[in-house]
């Protein structure tokens, strides 16, 4: 995951926005964002390690001045949590020079990086996302074509804001497996990974960009072409478990929306009896506010939350995550002597709910039930989440009996697959949904190691 965003305008403070927008969008990456500006032609770029408030200051923003701004914030798929991938990255290529902030994970970098290292190229980081800049940097054809020539060779999920020549450009893979919209302020247009950037900026969503698509705006406004034929759309159903914001709207469905449906199914699905409902952190609550409605289970706070603490399961290793969760969670006397209903959005590693239901047990808990608002997850990710190898899957290959003892739940169910995707009132062949079914949209490698083009000492 990661959040891109992009604007041209001759009369706004187009730095301003980018930096506004990317706060909206800090949920999709924690680790590092930036900012690149064109001002005539002329390159700038801001980018450091951290949240978007710990990178830029007012004194940044005032010397960032331009008509067009690009801007990133990272959560690490390919390549390590340091500087050198910290995004806005710019490729100085033989044809042009690109600024490029990247969505997404490439399926076939291995051979795209070997072929531009035998061609001389020099690549200064160890992420995918440097590739696409440095194809399209090389292109000896004019700058859509270059774009157009480039996505044809790439494999994989990109949502992608680059600045070039003064132009925005902006295109989405040809399944569109993340998010990317169009909106319009003013006579001015942006782009952003999720609507609720543009609400924040007061900018109005006017469409996605579509799969396969490339826009980009000049002087004389929007433009678009298809760069490459759409194909079946696969949008990441995980988005809407989990990873948008729950304002956003993705594909034109609310994803605060889909999430109360997800819960009222689960209470259908895995009806019990208890005394209160509560759900985990941001991302099960909408969940759980369903599953009470349906149940009619009163809902109430179970944990109280620091909100300071950033999202632990997008935590770059596993000793920070577990770290974070008690940081992050402390229970209420709510609970003491209550039979639980616990809503989770997805289970991952185990290790958060595990600790989640101790705590509660500890609390004087009664009963803790375990209703999770997803399929159990059971292959890993190739198109631009941080989800372990299956070994590493608690679910890959337990039964949910064998899930249950290891989480140490009284009990424990899962939303089923037609129920999730009914939920998001999409059709099925319309997300992707292969690491609950193991049925990936496109070929994907045996396995991939993340640091794989980092050096020894990264």
Not at 93 to 108: C, F
Not at 185 to 202: K, M, N, Q, R
Not at 422 to 440: G, I, K, N, S, W
Request: net charge negative; hydrophobic share 40%; aromatic share 6%.
């Amino acid at each position: 995951m990661c959040g891109v965003f992009g604007i041209r305008s001759e009369e706004r403070d187009v730095s301003r926005l980018a930096y506004f927008g990317l706060f909206a969008l800090q949920h999709r990456g924690q680790e590092s964002a930036g900012i690149a500006v064109s001002e005539q032609g002329r390159l700038t770029v801001l980018r450091d390690m951290g949240l978007v408030a710990q990178v830029f200051n007012e004194q940044q923003l005032q010397a960032l001045p331009g008509e067009v701004a690009i801007g990133h914030t990272r959560y690490s798929t390919t390549g390590a949590n340091r500087w050198a991938n910290a995004q806005p990255l710019i490729h100085h290529g033989r044809e042009r020079t690109v600024a490029l902030g990247h969505n997404g994970n490439l399926v076939n970098v291995e051979e795209l990086r070997a072929e531009l290292v035998a061609e001389g190229v020099r690549l200064a980081s160890g992420s995918d996302s440097e590739i696409i800049a440095a194809l399209v940097a090389r292109e000896q054809a004019p700058l859509i074509e270059a774009f157009a020539r480039t996505m044809r060779r790439l494999e994989g999920a990109y949502s992608v804001t680059a600045l070039v020549d003064g132009t925005l450009v902006a295109f989405r893979d040809p399944l569109g497996f993340r998010p990317l919209t169009i909106g319009q302020i003013g006579d001015d247009w942006v782009v952003a990974s999720e609507t609720c950037a543009l609400d924040l900026i007061g900018a109005e969503a006017i469409r996605d960009v579509r799969p396969g698509e490339i826009v980009w705006v000049d002087g004389e406004g929007l433009h678009s072409a298809q760069g490459v034929p759409a194909g079946r759309n696969a949008l990441c159903i995980f988005e809407h478990v989990y990873f948008a914001r729950p304002d956003s709207r993705l594909a034109g469905v609310e994803v605060h929306g889909a999430r109360v449906r997800m819960g009222e199914r689960l209470a259908e699905e895995a009806p019990v009896d208890a005394d209160l409902v509560i759900g985990i952190a941001d991302g099960g609550t909408p969940a759980a506010i369903g599953f009470s409605n349906a149940s009619g289970i009163p809902f109430n706070e179970g944990f109280v939350k620091n909100r300071y603490v950033a999202r632990t399961f997008i935590q770059p290793d596993q000793a920070m995550r577990e770290q974070g969760i008690r940081l992050k969670f402390n229970p209420l006397a709510e609970i003491d002597g209550k039979r639980v209903v616990v809503v989770d959005d997805s289970i991952v590693r185990g290790t958060t709910t595990r600790q989640l239901v101790q705590m509660l047990f500890d609390a004087r808990a009664a009963e803790v039930h375990v209703r999770v608002s997803s399929p159990p997850i059971v292959s890993p990710c190739f198109y631009g989440i941080d989800m372990p190898d299956e070994e590493q899957l608690a679910a890959a290959r337990r039964t949910v009996e064998e899930m249950r003892a290891l989480i140490g739940a009284t009990s424990l169910h899962y939303l089923s697959v037609e129920g999730m995707q009914a939920a998001t009132t999409l059709p099925e062949d319309a997300v992707c949904r292969a690491c609950f079914t193991r049925d990936y949209p496109t070929r994907v490698p045996e396995k991939v190691e993340k640091l794989r083009f980092e050096p020894a000492t990264a």
